[in-house]
């Protein structure tokens, strides 16, 4: 990272791949209205024109920003501690994530959920250690997870970062269980469920007269009844009266 918190590795070309997430992130910031129109356009012009990672950290960073940041009087100047010899820790919606946090627990399971949450920095740093336990972090699509220090092996399923978001540098270890890191689940739509319409001119029907008493079928559809009535040899006046033929 240089001086602005943006990659050093300023030769990196930038894929076709990494431009594309970056337009989306684009066209999610004009659908909310976090842009305008006009400085959409301004955005998407340079980011197509741009060739290196750095660049490209440029334009989006100039965008506003994909997490929420704590307000400059209330960011921490200490790291955030937590520790406990027993007990689930869970950090989720809206807290502050420190430059600097620091979690320890000697028997429990932890869960670090950043979709929510509030940064201190651009570049924010987690230590996170359990004697036995899954440790589990949740991080927003787009932000880049490097582990650091006494890492152990981490089940991962993160996409590629966009250069320009924000950086965890994670350490974390679990002497007995598993590491994961991944993206927030995201909720499938409701599907739709459609009925058929039935025809406000016909009455529902009532076909006892031949089904026998007590067996009256309202539910059936008209050609079912019409179907049914010409094996009983049934009339269609007689269950629609109103029905002319």
């Known amino acids: 990272m240089n001086d602005d918190g943006l990659p050093a590795e300023t030769g990196s070309p930038v894929s076709e791949d990494v431009q594309q997430r970056?337009?989306?992130?684009?066209?999610?910031?004009?659908?909310?209205?976090?842009v305008d129109l006009d400085r959409f356009q301004k955005a998407l012009d340079?980011?197509?024109e741009v060739h290196t990672q750095a660049d490209f950290a440029a334009v989006v960073r100039g965008l506003p920003s994909p997490v929420e940041f704590t307000p400059p009087a209330r960011r921490r100047q200490e790291p955030l501690e937590i520790s406990t010899s027993m007990g689930d820790v869970r950090l989720e919606g809206r807290w502050q994530v420190s430059r600097l946090t620091k979690i320890d627990t000697g028997m429990g399971n932890v869960t670090i959920d950043l979709s929510q949450a509030e940064f201190d920095d651009w570049d924010v740093k987690i230590v996170v250690r359990t004697g036995m336990g899954t440790i589990t972090v949740i991080v927003p699509r787009g932000l880049e997870v490097r582990p650091v220090?006494?890492?152990g092996p981490v089940t991962t399923t993160l996409e590629p970062p966009i250069p320009g978001f924000p950086v965890v540098r994670l350490s974390a270890t679990s002497n007995m269980g598993a590491i994961r890191v991944t993206h927030p689940t995201e909720k499938k739509?409701?599907?739709?469920r459609w009925r058929r319409r039935h025809s406000?001119?016909?009455?529902?029907?009532?076909?006892?007269?031949?089904?026998?008493?007590?067996r009256c079928r309202p539910a059936f559809g008209y050609q079912t009844i019409v179907r049914l009535m010409s094996r009983r040899g049934a009339e269609?006046?007689?269950l629609y009266p109103q029905v002319s033929h």
């Open 200 to 214: 406000r001119d016909l009455p529902r029907p009532c076909i006892h007269a031949f089904l026998g008493p007590g």
């Open 236 to 238: 269609v006046a007689d």
């Open 189 to 192: 739509p409701r599907r739709q």
């Open 22 to 34: 970056g337009i989306d992130f684009l066209q999610g910031l004009l659908a909310s209205g976090k």
């Open 46 to 48: 340079a980011l197509l």
């Open 149 to 151: 220090g006494r890492s």
